[in-house]
């Protein structure tokens, strides 16, 4: 992270990235132990960002994880490799205000190291309509999109519209 508006951002990033992979592993024998998983600094792969007081990102991260010197197998495997590789994606809403950045959501899904089951943001926009302000985005994946109006709090996130734009 070398952008100095995020200076202070990669321990916040990587307690919200910890918690949420914790809930995700307790749905299913996850093949790397916890102790290993929170060692890993997750990578950023996009960071979308708007407003000033507070200023709100939008995060994508991962963690890659191979397992050819274990006996873990992840339990999506298609293939040999699907079972050998698997990564933790993660998503996830932030705010900077004048005492740093506070995480206001984040998940993770465990997908194949194709990313597939990954869903990725494309920004389109943000507007102000009276004292609210609203981010307009499509989210997709290899097999999916929908559009998404997002309320951005200074304290939380709530999707407001939305719609599906198809699917395989």
């Known amino acids: 992270m070398r952008a100095p508006q995020l200076n202070g951002f990669a321990a916040v ?34 960071v979308y960002a708007f407003g000033q007081a507070p200023r709100i990102y939008y995060v994508e991260s991962h963690r890659q994880y191979d397992l050819l010197q274990s006996e873990g197998r992840f339990p999506f495997a298609d293939s040999p490799r699907d079972a050998m590789c698997g990564i933790a994606f993660g998503t996830g809403w932030f705010s900077r205000d004048e005492k740093g950045f506070h995480a206001l959501d984040m998940s993770v899904r465990i997908v194949r190291c194709d990313k597939y089951g990954a869903t990725y943001m494309l920004p389109f926009g943000a507007m102000h309509l009276g004292t609210r302000t609203y981010w307009i985005a499509q989210f997709s994946g290899w097999d999916h999109e929908r559009y998404v109006v997002v309320d951005l709090g200074p304290k939380a996130v709530q999707a407001v519209v939305n719609a599906s734009g198809g699917g395989c």
């Open 13 to 46: 990033l990587h307690e919200a990235f910890d918690k949420a992979e914790r809930i995700t592993a307790g749905g299913f024998n996850h093949p790397v132990p916890q102790r290993v998983r929170e060692q890993m600094e997750p990578t950023l792969e996009a």
